[in-house]
């Protein structure tokens, strides 16, 4: 399990509205999610609802995934790749900071339930890799949003 949380200066809808703007990710990130679309591409990441699916890609790794909840709160969805081997739960929460008011704690996270989950915890290879990803692109996020708030 890999859970990041990251002070964004601006409120938790405008975090989300940003994060979900699927179209315009190459504008301010390009490290770690290759590839975020909807399917079909007509849809937009705000109008997702459970079910629906998005066509990803990570380093190296394309993913149709399944959304599972998509509310004010939190977007996230189920993807698994090489035939189960990794696989997990993968959120994104928008909290209202209880330390900076009209600030969001932004969580993000995944519960790893693949077969290779192990790889996963801290002290094994993939627990760091994850971090970093995870730290790389809420980063990337919260500079978009500070940028755009000012």
């Known amino acids: 399990m890999t859970r990041i949380e990251t002070e964004i200066e601006a409120p938790p809808e405008t975090v989300r509205a940003v994060?979900?703007?699927?179209?315009?990710?190459?504008?301010?990130?390009?490290?770690?999610?290759?590839?975020?679309?909807?399917?079909?591409?007509?849809?937009?990441?705000?109008?997702?609802?459970?079910g629906d699916r998005i066509d990803t890609r990570f380093p190296n790794t394309p993913m149709v995934a399944t959304v599972l909840r998509n509310?004010?709160?939190?977007?996230?969805?189920?993807?698994?790749?090489?035939?189960?081997?990794?696989?997990?739960?993968?959120?994104?929460?928008?909290?209202?900071?209880?330390?900076?008011?009209?600030?969001?704690?932004?969580?993000h996270g995944e519960d790893n339930t693949g077969w290779l989950r192990f790889l996963f915890n801290p002290g094994w290879p993939l627990h760091k890799v994850q971090s970093d990803m995870f730290e790389a692109y809420s980063n990337d996020l919260k500079a978009r949003v500070e940028a755009t708030e000012r």
């Open 19 to 50: 994060m979900l703007d699927f179209a315009r990710y190459k504008e301010w990130h390009t490290s770690v999610i290759e590839k975020l679309e909807c399917i079909p591409a007509s849809k937009d990441g705000i109008s997702l609802v459970e």
């Open 71 to 107: 509310s004010p709160a939190e977007f996230r969805w189920y993807g698994s790749v090489m035939g189960g081997a990794f696989a997990g739960e993968h959120y994104f929460s928008f909290n209202p900071s209880v330390t900076r008011p009209g600030c969001t704690t932004f969580v």
